[in-house]
């Protein structure tokens, strides 16, 4: 009877990486075998193959066609294999969506961290927003232990984030983690916090002397979660305007305009684990670009990127990425509006 090998030895509902099936095999095939691929009950994939010598089929490349079928972070699989005259074999996987391999299993992963890449550390500043995903299976609060600097030394104080209730099992969680959620000047100033729930684990250094961010960006990250990044460097506008002439009634008349704005921004210097940050951004499909309260606003298309570093001691990596509006007119106008010194109850005949 033709089997399905499965990766966790465990064909009732396991996790995995969509890189983990990547490749897929099936054993003990005597003749040609129909490969199913169902999604919440609709088949999305269907063909038949014929075994080798062994009784074995290895099916390729697997992940794309998972991952086109993942809306957001996970999708619920089942692999069936039918073969004439034989028992049906299924495997079912919740499949999360990962553009990388990750060192370790999905059933090892998510208990243990956040769903990001830069896995434990990050830099941010004051007035930034900052947002992290986990995938809960057992019941977890959600809580940080901020540091303040004060005349004698560090303190701590620690912030609940969301209950043990407020968490919901086997979905994706997002919790606000913006620094501003822990600034407490009664304590001191803050330098640093640590995000904790469960096992998962995730420190923020807060440093006051990085540059302003120009854009500031919310992105779906390789695990389809959104996350944020802040690019610090030089950024270049580039208007392109094409035209469209003819002779029109005996002259040379310029008929349409085509114009579009991409901007070419620089990351700034990226420290430790941020590099994999800017990495994650360059491949992402879904980004916005974030006002100063945190909310997205134009929708983006990064069209090129240069990322490029060594691992020389006095390497400082930077990172480029060429984008535009999503939107067919890619210029904005932004308004701004004087300020009102008084209301309409003011008297205009007072001198």
Known sequence: MAVIRDIQNNSAGALAFSTQLQDLWIDGASGSVTFLMAVGGITVFSAVYVPDGNGEIRLYNLRRILESHIDGVFADFVFTVKETGKSDHSVSYRVFRSAVRVSESAVEFLPSFFLTTLVNRKTTQLGRYETLSFYPQSACSVYALASYYTESGIDTKEVSLMSEQDVVLNAINSVNVSPAKFVDNSVGELISYVVRAGERSFSFEVDSTLAK???????????????????????????????????IDGKFRLYDIDDTESFKA??????????????????????????????????????????????????????DY??????????????????????????????
């Open 322 to 351: 060429t984008y535009r509006r999503a939107s067919f007119v890619s210029g904005m106008l932004h308004t701004i509006r004087p300020p009102k010194l008084f209301d309409k109850t003011f008297d205009i005949t007072f001198n």
């Open 213 to 247: 961010a120009d854009p500031a960006l919310l992105f779906r990250n390789n695990f389809g979660c959104w996350e944020t990044m802040y690019l610090t460097g030089t950024i270049e506008t580039e208007y392109e305007i094409k035209r469209s002439h003819a002779y």
């Open 266 to 319: 620089n990351s700034g210097v990226l420290l430790d684990s941020m590099v994999r940050l800017g990495k994650d951004l360059a491949r992402s499909k879904s980004i916005f670009l974030l006002d100063s309260t945190g909310m997205a606003n134009d929708e983006i298309v990064i069209s090129d990127s240069e990322i490029k570093y060594t691992n020389d001691d006095d390497s400082m990596p930077t990172f």
